[in-house]
Nanobody
């Protein structure tokens, strides 16, 4: 069983920035696919960003490309999502996830690739 504990989030004005963190109860983040998804009210959970394999490869949804940055600190066993130039449409509950299977890295955009999820954290972008 892997526990993912999220922190960060909150209320921010349009154009502002937030950073989300996700600490994992793992000995290493190497080789595992890790990602952020989000879910707005009345909508399905959607892919935001992923970091795969050795951590040097990242993937982003087009809606956040150039504004959000996913990263991880292997020493602290923590995943981050730096969100800049936030827009009202970024408002959602954000979830981190980790995939432990050998094929998790192959399909980072899919929810089915991930085995464990964080508790979710609310991000609200509003003036």
């Amino acid at each position: 069983q892997v526990e993912l504990v999220q922190s960060g989030g909150g209320l921010v004005q349009p154009g502002g920035s937030l950073r989300l963190s996700c600490s994992a109860s793992l000995s290493t983040l190497d080789y595992y696919a890790m990602a952020w998804f989000r879910q707005a009210p009345g909508k399905e959970r959607e892919f935001v960003a992923a970091i795969v394999g050795n951590g040097r490869s990242t993937r982003y949804d087009d809606s956040v490309k150039g504004r959000f940055t996913i990263s991880r600190d292997n020493a602290k066993i923590t995943l981050f999502l730096q969100m800049n130039t936030l827009k009202p449409e970024d408002t959602a509950v954000y979830f981190c996830a980790v995939g432990l299977r050998s094929d998790s890295n192959a399909y980072p955009f899919s929810r089915a690739s991930y085995d464990y999820w964080g508790q979710g954290t609310q991000v609200t972008v509003s003036s």
